[in-house]
């Protein structure tokens, strides 16, 4: 009876890792950007956690990464309906060298009555009080599903 419940035990377990792994969310980018003006071999992307967010998932966990010799980097992240920050949900600003702490945007429970494509964007600039302008990169479309 002992060897029998080691073996029940151990079959659960095997089984429970094997469904909380499969079920985790793949993180989505949307490709390396070059920007230049921060340096010649400077590249940067928009990282999320995932492309589609069901009705029980209201945040999007979003971070800037950057490749090559860009030096800090100051932004404006947002989460919006356009691929050019139209209809914001959420914002958040900051600065990087290499990679930000995970930024979690907020969905907003208003006015999503029907699936709609999102975009994690950034605005990229060189100072501190967002003057000397980098760029606008996109991320990957998201698939925000109603509330």
Same mark, same amino acid.
């Given at each position: 009876?002992? $060897?029998?419940?080691?073996?029940?035990? +151990?079959?659960?377990?095997?089984?429970?890792?094997?469904?909380?792994?499969?079920?985790?969310?793949?993180?989505?980018?949307?490709?390396?950007?070059?920007?230049?003006?921060?340096?010649?071999?400077?590249?940067? $992307?928009?990282?999320?956690?995932?492309? =589609?967010?069901?009705?029980?998932? $209201?945040?999007?966990? +979003?971070?800037?990464?950057?490749?090559?010799?860009?030096?800090?980097?100051?932004?404006?992240?947002?989460?919006? $309906?356009?691929?050019?920050?139209?209809?914001?949900? =959420?914002?958040?600003?900051?600065?990087?060298?290499?990679?930000?702490?995970?930024?979690?945007?907020?969905?907003?429970?208003?006015?999503?009555?029907?699936?709609?494509?999102?975009?994690?964007? +950034?605005?990229?600039?060189?100072?501190?009080?967002?003057?000397?302008?980098?760029?606008?990169?996109?991320?990957? +479309?998201?698939?925000?599903?109603?509330?």
């Amino acid at each position: 009876m002992k $060897r029998f419940t080691k073996f029940a035990l +151990a079959l659960i377990l095997s089984v429970g890792f094997f469904a909380v792994h499969n079920n985790q969310a793949k993180a989505a980018d949307g490709g390396w950007y070059k920007v230049t003006d921060a340096g010649a071999d400077c590249k940067v $992307r928009v990282i999320t956690d995932r492309t =589609d967010y069901p009705s029980s998932i $209201r945040t999007v966990n +979003a971070q800037l990464e950057s490749s090559g010799s860009c030096g800090t980097i100051y932004y404006q992240m947002s989460l919006s $309906r356009g691929i050019y920050a139209s209809e914001q949900d =959420d914002a958040t600003s900051g600065y990087f060298s290499s990679i930000t702490p995970v930024k979690p945007l907020k969905i907003s429970p208003y006015g999503h009555t029907k699936t709609e494509t999102f975009y994690v964007t +950034a605005l990229l600039f060189k100072n501190s009080n967002y003057t000397y302008s980098l760029g606008h990169i996109p991320g990957a +479309a998201l698939t925000i599903q109603p509330n």
